[in-house]
């Protein structure tokens, strides 16, 4: 069974930095689009961020588009969400998702039914 486990989520000042990341275990991500999403409190799991089987295409949500960077290390299995200029906004648990296959349209990697496995979470809380 894949599991996706994710790691670095904590609290911080706004204007602070974290970096999330997700590992992948009885699972190769590297041939697999990737995504970052988050749910705050009392709404619902929105798009964050995804990366393409290569690493060559990336998608942000416009609320952190250059703030936050995706990048994936296929050697070592990992997917990464590195995290600046975090804004109380941002608080929300933060969730990786892994798709069976690589997406060939930009569309599809903001839609949370186009990713077939997902992590626990990890919390994210920024203070003002």
């Known amino acids: 069974q894949v599991q996706l486990v994710e790691s670095g989520g904590g609290l911080v000042q706004a204007g602070g930095s974290l970096r999330l990341s997700c590992a992948a275990s009885?699972?190769?991500?590297?041939?697999?689009?990737m995504g970052w999403f988050r749910q705050a409190p009392g709404k619902e799991r929105e798009f964050v961020a995804a990366i393409s089987w290569s690493g060559v295409s990336t998608y942000y949500a416009g609320s952190v588009k250059g703030r936050f960077t995706i990048s994936r290390d296929n050697a070592k299995n990992t997917v990464a969400l590195q995290m600046l200029s975090l804004k109380p906004e941002d608080t929300a648990v933060y969730y990786c998702?892994?798709?069976?296959?690589?997406?060939?349209?930009?569309?599809?990697?903001?839609?949370?039914?186009?990713?077939?496995?997902w992590g626990q979470g990890t919390q994210v809380t920024v203070s003002p």
């Open positions: 009885r699972r190769t991500l590297s041939r697999y689009a």
């Open positions: 998702a892994s798709a069976d296959h690589d997406f060939i349209s930009e569309s599809i990697y903001y839609i949370q039914s186009s990713y077939d496995y």
